[in-house]
């Protein structure tokens, strides 16, 4: 069964570093999302991709964050310079289509910020 | 006021019991809901998913809409210790992107 994959499964980091998180979302999908999930808390929209560029964006994600689908398979998220209020779980999800589709998501990253 | 909201628990029931898990909300426009499961340190997985209000069973797992009221319910018959898991009702915010607004969820724990 096809699945969304993410690495790493946990990154411990300082603050003020910046962390790079990766996913490869399901091969024929069209849609590209993070959500973060600090502990506790419910999960929250991060940002949205749909060809090659941001469709959507959350007031959390501010100028410290960016994403990139580098070569066609990879979605990446990156966080410039960690605060410790960055520590959560990141979720990739990809959809196939826009329209009521189910959402597949990856097992989550555990970011640690120190 | 939030625009899912749902009670965190914790709920403890024995194998066998029937579950209520509920949401409300509060934008009338929304008319797709899903339930996910959410395993201790996994991602949420898909569970079920309803158009508008009524009812749809899919196994041991019911869901149901109430338009009326913003209020959707998720039901386990026969509850399993491998339901024990945090349950997130879910709803498309709109947008371009049909990003998902999740309620705090619920965790369940089914004791043997």
């Known amino acids: 069964e096809p699945e969304v994959t993410q690495t790493p499964s946990h990154q411990v980091t300082q603050m003020g570093q910046e962390v790079i998180l990766r996913c490869v979302p399901i091969?024929?999908?069209?849609?590209f999302y993070w959500y973060r999930q600090i502990l506790g808390q419910k999960v929250e929209f991060l940002v949205s991709f749909y060809n090659n560029e941001i469709s959507e964006k959350s007031e959390i994600f501010d100028d410290q964050f960016s994403v990139e689908r580098p070569d066609g398979s990879n979605f990446t998220l990156k966080i410039r310079s960690t605060k410790l209020e960055d520590s959560a779980m990141y979720f990739c999800a990809s959809m196939r289509g826009s329209s009521g589709g189910e959402l597949f998501f990856g097992e989550g990253s555990r970011l640690t910020v120190l | 006021q939030k625009e899912v909201e749902q009670d965190p628990g914790p709920l403890s029931v024995p194998e066998g019991a029937i579950v209520s898990l509920n949401c409300t909300y509060s934008n009338s426009a929304f008319q797709y809901f899903m339930w996910y499961r959410q395993y201790s340190r996994k991602g949420p997985e898909l569970l079920m998913y309803t158009y508008s209000s009524g009812n749809k069973e899919d196994g041991r797992f019911t869901a149901q809409v109430d338009k009326s009221s913003k209020y959707i319910s998720l039901f386990i018959r026969d509850s399993q210790p491998s339901d024990s898991a945090t349950y997130l009702c879910?709803?498309?915010?709109?947008?371009?992107?049909?990003?998902?607004?999740f309620g705090t969820g619920t965790l369940l724990a089914v004791q043997p």
């Open positions: 091969s024929n999908h069209l849609y």
């Open positions: 879910a709803t498309p915010g709109g947008g371009a992107t049909n990003k998902l607004i």
